[in-house]
């Protein structure tokens, strides 16, 4: 597919007022999900910032399929294509933003949606589900904070941080609501600290559960991978005696990696544990609803604890969830990381908390 190509959905161009920027799968996913629950009069055109990661690549490309599929259009940008990439997205993409009426987006705190927020008029801002990063992100918006994913609060702003921060902090201003602004957050999270002015939509996987499943339940559990080692928040011999044990416990026969699990990580679990590797091609929830899947679905803490028992609403899937022992992580990890991770945890509804006495301490 060329740089911003447009495969045009039954609506007409003049409808599209609705411009919703995704940078990974499950951002396009939830947008699925907005656009089911909401049903948007203006039309809504999606726009694909594609990353460089193949993976995560092919999962964009797919998910765009069933955009296309549901009638609405899909504009893929190599948003990260070279050196005048970014110069060509931006530039190709200031006449829609200036038209638009409303912007969804995925994820705020990246630098491509938090640029292309000071070139809107939009007055009317969605936030999808972007996982755990929708709950911290909000909690820093009803604090007046800086923007900064969890993972990195506490580390030292670089060079570019610093060069970035006038536009991240106009971008956090536009997410703020005014009486002509209106900012919605979509989210299956957990949120409790919602910031004044700001709508919060429940997002409970209706269009997924509507257009999949229900899936077949096999015997045996499935065990879902994180990219918390390549993060650098959990220690890697950590994470693999962890999954080791988890596996054994539990009879654990697939293992379903993260898309920004590395290679050789994934290659040691499989010689280690016996687990048959899998690469998804769809965001999760899509995969388990589809089925075949375990009658136990075991996790780490991560947006899945909370996505998947509404996913799999309706089905005998257990999800549970493993707690990440504080001995497991790095030295470079965040200093928030362990309570922060705990959190995700300890608010997840409808799972099954597995102790850390059943993995390796």
């Known amino acids: 597919m060329s740089p911003r190509a447009t495969v045009p959905g039954p609506r007409s161009a003049e409808q599209h007022r609705t411009l919703a920027f995704v940078e990974s799968p499950v951002q396009l996913l939830n947008v699925l999900e907005w656009a089911h629950r909401h049903t948007p009069g203006a039309g809504l055109t999606l726009v694909v910032l594609s990353p460089v990661d193949p993976m995560t690549r092919g999962q964009l490309r797919r998910m765009a399929e069933l955009a296309r599929d549901e009638g609405y259009e899909v504009r893929w940008e190599e948003a990260r294509g070279g050196s005048t990439a970014p110069f060509q997205t931006v530039g190709g993409l200031m006449g829609p933003l200036r038209r638009a009426d409303r912007i969804v987006m995925g994820d705020p705190f990246s630098r491509y949606v938090q640029l292309l927020l000071t070139i809107t008029r939009a007055r009317d801002l969605v936030v999808v589900d972007d996982g755990t990063a929708t709950?911290?992100?909000?909690?820093?918006?009803?604090?007046?904070?800086?923007?900064?994913?969890?993972?990195?609060?506490?580390?030292?702003?670089?060079?570019?941080?610093?060069?970035?921060?006038?536009?991240?902090?106009?971008?956090?201003?536009?997410?703020?609501?005014?009486?002509?602004?209106?900012?919605?957050?979509?989210?299956?999270?957990?949120?409790?600290?919602?910031?004044?002015?700001?709508?919060?939509?429940?997002?409970?996987?209706?269009?997924?559960?509507?257009?999949?499943?229900?899936?077949?339940?096999?015997?045996?559990?499935?065990?879902?991978?994180?990219?918390?080692?390549?993060?650098?928040?959990?220690?890697?011999?950590?994470?693999?005696?962890?999954?080791?044990?988890?596996?054994?416990?539990?009879?654990?026969?697939?293992?379903?990696?993260?898309?920004?699990?590395?290679?050789?990580?994934?290659?040691?679990?499989?010689?280690?544990?016996?687990?048959?590797?899998?690469?998804?091609?769809?965001?999760?929830?899509?995969?388990?609803?589809?089925?075949?899947?375990?009658?136990?679905?075991?996790?780490?803490?991560?947006?899945?604890?909370?996505?998947?028992?509404?996913?799999?609403?309706?089905?005998?899937?257990?999800?549970?969830?493993?707690?990440?022992?504080?001995?497991?992580?790095?030295?470079?990890?965040?200093?928030?990381?362990?309570g922060f991770l705990s959190g995700v945890t300890g608010t997840a509804r409808d799972v099954h908390r597995l102790s850390t006495e059943a993995s390796p301490a």
């Open 135 to 338: 709950m911290e992100f909000v909690t820093q918006l009803a604090r007046g904070e800086r923007l900064v994913r969890w993972h990195r609060k506490g580390s030292r702003q670089g060079p570019r941080d610093l060069m970035f921060a006038p536009v991240s902090s106009a971008a956090r201003r536009r997410l703020t609501p005014e009486p002509d602004r209106r900012v919605e957050i979509f989210s299956s999270m957990p949120i409790e600290e919602i910031p004044d002015g700001v709508t919060v939509t429940a997002n409970d996987f209706a269009w997924t559960r509507a257009r999949f499943g229900p899936p077949r339940i096999i015997k045996g559990a499935d065990m879902v991978g994180t990219s918390l080692v390549e993060t650098g928040v959990v220690d890697g011999e950590r994470y693999v005696d962890a999954v080791r044990t988890l596996a054994k416990t539990h009879q654990a026969a697939r293992y379903f990696a993260h898309r920004r699990e590395s290679a050789e990580k994934l290659h040691r679990l499989h010689g280690e544990t016996g687990l048959e590797i899998v690469r998804p091609e769809l965001p999760l929830e899509l995969i388990a609803r589809r089925g075949p899947v375990g009658r136990t679905i075991l996790s780490f803490p991560s947006t899945v604890v909370h996505t998947l028992p509404l996913a799999l609403a309706g089905t005998e899937v257990k999800v549970a969830v493993c707690d990440i022992d504080p001995a497991w992580l790095t030295e470079n990890a965040s200093p928030r990381a362990q």
